[in-house]
């Protein structure tokens, strides 16, 4: 057998090498064909995601130092989610806070041509999304609601109660009303048909929720049960926190274990277990806050339970699953 000369070696091995370095070349200069390179999907949905929020909400403060869902938009748009905020009254009845969130739909609509949207909303942004369903099912492809209170809140009895009383009930709907402006001038809410905090309460109480879904009965179960999982072709989804206090730097915290025990059952601080029940329950006792359920207050939630942001996650890519 003919054997190779030494000097002859490396050249040997340069031959052998050079189209496979040429393959790793291209390769790289080519990530998107790249074994070692997979783009994210997780969380890509058929349908933009909506996010509603709730009373009180907002998108970004000023400067963007406050989130209202913190982290939340840009982890899902990391995997392939198209996101959107949408911004409605932060104190208002249902229906108006609905009405708004319906004009914001059908102009991204017109601007981005989607089919429909899947929309998440949190507490009063649960029933917001209902409205629109019930009203305009074209644009709704599944709603999502989040620490919402579709059976009411003792706690805005609670308020209205208080309410009632002269002096020191009018001093509290003043306060809540300034409180909700300041917040929509810091953060820039195109919205601004002014603060009704007896409208918002009422809305939540249990008197006006029962009244609502007399009307948008869609997906609300009799009992603590489950509702129906799909209505007119729209799924229903919903999940909660069934813990006040889970974080002691987070000073909202020690407020809403003030409010907790006003509510006969686990809550979250404000929404109770079963009132936050709709269509499919994902699940109604996680170790969250009215607050962190968004992620709020720059992510200072429980270390004993899962992630919010991992929730938001885990959900996007179930809707992808349904075909959503």
């Known amino acids: 057998m003919r054997s190779f000369s030494p000097r002859f070696r490396p050249r040997l091995r340069l031959a052998f090498l050079a189209p496979l370095l040429g393959m790793i070349i291209s390769l790289l200069a080519t990530p998107a064909s790249a074994w070692w390179w997979k783009k994210d999907t997780y969380t890509e949905t058929r349908y933009p995601i909506?996010?509603?929020?709730?009373?009180?909400?907002?998108?970004?403060?000023?400067?963007?130092?406050?989130?209202?869902?913190?982290?939340?938009?840009?982890?899902?748009?990391?995997?392939?989610?198209?996101?959107?905020?949408?911004?409605?009254s932060g104190l208002a009845s249902t229906e108006q806070r609905g009405l708004e969130l319906l004009a914001?739909?059908?102009?991204?609509?017109?601007?981005?041509?989607?089919?429909?949207?899947?929309?998440?909303?949190h507490s009063h942004g649960g029933p917001t999304s209902r409205f629109v369903a019930g009203v305009r099912p074209d644009l709704v492809k599944?709603?999502?609601?989040?620490?919402s209170p579709h059976k009411g809140s003792p706690v805005a009895d609670l308020v209205l109660e208080v309410g009632d009383t002269p002096v020191v009930g009018d001093a509290a709907f003043v306060i809540m009303e300034a409180l909700s402006g300041l917040i929509n001038l810091m953060s820039n809410n195109p919205t601004d048909n002014g603060q009704d905090a007896t409208a918002s309460l009422q809305s939540l109480s249990s008197s006006g929720s029962a009244d609502?879904?007399?009307?948008?009965?869609?997906?609300?179960?009799?009992?603590?049960?489950?509702?129906?999982?799909?209505?007119?072709?729209?799924?229903?989804?919903?999940?909660?926190?069934?813990?006040?206090?889970?974080?002691?730097?987070?000073?909202?915290?020690?407020?809403f274990s003030i409010l907790a025990p006003q509510i006969d059952?686990?809550?979250?601080?404000?929404?109770?277990?079963?009132?936050?029940h709709m269509g499919m329950v994902i699940r109604d006792d996680y170790r969250m806050n009215h607050i962190d359920e968004t992620n709020l207050l720059f992510g200072l939630h429980s270390l004993l339970d899962t992630d919010p942001v991992a929730v938001y996650r885990q959900h996007a890519n179930r809707l992808q699953n349904a075909g959503l």
Request: proline content about 4%.
């Open 50 to 88: 909506v996010l509603v929020n709730g009373m009180f909400g907002f998108d970004t403060t000023a400067f963007g130092l406050v989130e209202y869902w913190y982290k939340i938009p840009r982890e899902l748009e990391k995997s392939g989610a198209e996101v959107y905020v949408a911004q409605v």
């Open 104 to 121: 914001q739909l059908e102009e991204l609509q017109a601007i981005t041509g989607a089919e429909g949207f899947n929309l998440i909303g």
């Open 142 to 147: 599944s709603v999502t609601s989040v620490g």
């Open 212 to 255: 609502f879904n007399q009307r948008f009965p869609a997906a609300i179960p009799s009992d603590c049960g489950e509702g129906d999982y799909e209505v007119d072709g729209i799924r229903y989804y919903s999940w909660g926190g069934t813990q006040a206090f889970t974080n002691p730097l987070d000073p909202s915290d020690y407020f």
């Open 265 to 276: 059952e686990a809550n979250d601080g404000l929404v109770g277990r079963c009132s936050s």
